[in-house]
Nanobody, 114 residues
Framework: QVQLVESGGGLVQPGGSLRLSCVAS????????MGWYRQAPGKQRELVAY???????LYADSVKGRFLISRDNAKNTVYLQMNSLKSEDTAVYYC????????WGEGTLVTVSS
């Protein structure tokens, strides 16, 4: 069964931190590059970070130095530690393979506001 379940979003003040989690079905997670994507209101979905099965990572310039992606292969889980959050980080965050498959989870909403 295909499954992507994101969690950990919420309301945070600028400069704050959040940690997102995503549990994926084994068919999606195993041996795949996994990524975190986000979609802000009125904008297209974008890839913000990805991690290979061996731990290689890459970040969008907009989050480099602030976000950290990691994965636990035993738990089919990928994480996104978000620090120094800015208002422009407000979006619904999703995880998926890179490149993404056709199935998407519901995402988790991150709102950065004072």
């Amino acid at each position: 069964q295909v499954q992507l379940v994101e969690s950990g979003g919420g309301l945070v003040q600028p400069g704050g931190s959040l940690r997102l989690s995503c549990v994926a079905s084994r068919s999606i997670f195993s041996a795949n590059v996994m990524g975190w994507y986000r979609q802000a209101p009125g904008k297209q979905r974008e890839l913000v970070a990805y991690i290979g099965s061996g731990g290689t990572t890459l970040y969008a310039d907009s989050v480099k130095g602030r976000f950290l992606i990691s994965r636990d292969n035993a738990k089919n889980t990928v994480y996104l530690q978000m620090n120094s959050l800015k208002s422009e980080d407000t979006a619904v965050y999703y995880c998926n393979k890179v490149p993404p498959g056709p199935y998407w989870g519901e995402g988790t909403l991150v709102t950065v506001s004072s």
